[in-house]
């Protein structure tokens, strides 16, 4: 069974259109991230979730909406797709809020690519 | 990314040992982190020091931490072929979420 799970892996797509990826864990976990990572490899925080309460939005364009119907999904909706947005996009998930000492769990990625 | 920094690729022979190198910027880092990227994959825990240690042995994985110089190391004892990933270093701010490093390529060649 896969603890953190996303989907689509892949997803090619024009500007302008709208996406999501969905991210489900079967952990049990209270958090919930997304993190975006560049074609240089730089990872970084987007959206952390507690037990469905938003808890960090890290400057990220209005373009970009996170959604927890519940605290094992957090899916991720992006509206007018630019070029830019062309990334590699993490879903992970913590026991708790507080990061200290504990694992983050990350599923295996979902590969954007806007044309 | 600016307050965790990595060289970016380290190319070594199987059977030697690895050092990876980071420097963060941020002394009230509770927690200092390594993770593993193998290819398609997500990141997966290697190992994390508690600020108020100095080193941490986790069997071929040794962390050494230099808390006045900001400074933190992953050494590899004994590359093996499986070991070539990208390995990013990670600070805990504020205990509340992970700011990553841009990563270490690892390259193992026979």
């Known amino acids: 069974d896969t603890a953190v799970s996303q989907t689509p892996k892949y997803l090619v797509t024009q500007m302008g259109n709208d996406k999501s990826i969905k991210c489900e864990q079967n952990?049990?976990?209270?958090?919930m991230y997304w993190y975006k990572q560049d074609s240089k490899k730089f990872l970084k925080i987007m959206f952390s979730?507690?037990?469905?309460?938003?808890?960090i939005n890290e400057t990220v364009p209005n373009r970009f909406s996170p959604k927890s119907p519940d605290k094992a999904h957090l899916n991720l909706h992006i509206n007018s797709l630019e070029l830019g947005d062309s990334a590699v996009y993490f879903c992970?998930?913590?026991?708790?809020?507080?990061?200290?000492?504990?694992?983050?769990?990350f599923g295996s990625g979902t590969q954007l690519s806007v044309l | 990314g600016e307050d965790v920094e990595q060289s970016l690729f380290l190319s070594v022979r199987e059977g030697d040992s690895s050092v990876i190198n980071c420097t963060y910027t941020?002394?009230?880092?509770?927690?200092l982190y390594w993770y593993k990227q193998e290819p398609g994959a997500g990141l997966q825990l290697l190992t994390y020091?508690?600020?108020?240690?100095d080193m941490k042995q986790d069997q071929r994985l040794t962390v050494l931490l230099n808390k006045k110089d900001k400074h933190l190391s992953l050494r590899i004892a004994d590359t093996q072929t499986g070991d070539s990933a990208i390995y990013f270093c990670?600070?805990?701010?504020?205990?509340?979420?992970?700011?990553f490093g841009a990563g270490t390529t690892v390259t193992v060649r026979a």
């Open positions: 952990l049990g976990h209270d958090t």
């Open positions: 020091i508690f600020s108020n240690m």
């Open positions: 979730y507690n037990n469905k309460e938003l808890i």
């Open positions: 941020d002394s009230s880092s509770t927690y």
């Open positions: 992970a998930s913590s026991q708790n809020l507080r990061t200290g000492g504990e694992k983050l769990f």
């Open positions: 990670a600070e805990s701010m504020n205990d509340y979420k992970l700011s």
